[in-house]
């Protein structure tokens, strides 16, 4: 199982780096990882609705770039699928059944996804309805995959 990260930014905290690092690591038992990020656009604080979506446009050209023809791609979305942690690895767990080997996860930046991305994807999902900065949900996804695949294989892990 192939799993690629595409985030927009570039992690400057320390602490971000090595969790990713940590979570990186364990799920290399499962699966091949690989996270790309793509740089991102400059957003002034009182962006106007115009400016907004030039950004986000330009952010998902970067991202398409990345994204090889065929993947899987999910897309971190606040309107997407809400599961819990079980429901997530029966997700999953289903996508291998139906014969997907490459997953995409898609992270915006600070602005979230352009709607195309949205759209385009496969399947959409919500980590939380809580909201966090775009660099710490790179690593609450990574420790949710591997929890995930620690459910599918019938680990423990998760209680």
């Known amino acids: 199982m ?16 090595d969790g990713i690092a940590e979570y990186s690591k364990r799920l290399s038992r499962f699966c091949d990882l690989e996270i790309i990020e793509v740089d991102d656009e400059q957003a002034p604080d009182n962006i106007s609705p115009a400016l907004e979506l030039q950004v986000k446009k330009r952010e998902a050209e970067k991202i398409k770039k990345k994204i090889k023809d065929g993947a899987f791609v999910i897309a971190l979305d606040l309107k ?4 819990d942690s079980k429901g997530f690895a029966k997700k999953v767990e289903t996508f291998f059944i139906s014969g997907v080997s490459s997953m995409v996860f898609l992270i915006g930046g600070s602005l979230g996804l352009d709607d195309e991305l ?3 994807s496969s399947y959409r999902l919500c980590l939380s309805e809580l909201t966090f900065p775009h660099q710490l949900a790179r690593l609450i996804l990574l420790e949710q995959l591997f929890r995930c ?3 599918i294989n019938g680990e423990t892990y998760h209680k």
Not at 2 to 17: M, R
């Open 118 to 120: 949205i759209m385009g």
């Open 2 to 17: 192939k799993v690629s990260i595409i985030a927009v930014g570039k992690l400057k905290e320390k602490y971000l780096k």
């Open 80 to 83: 997407g699928d809400k599961p």
């Open 149 to 151: 695949f620690k459910i």
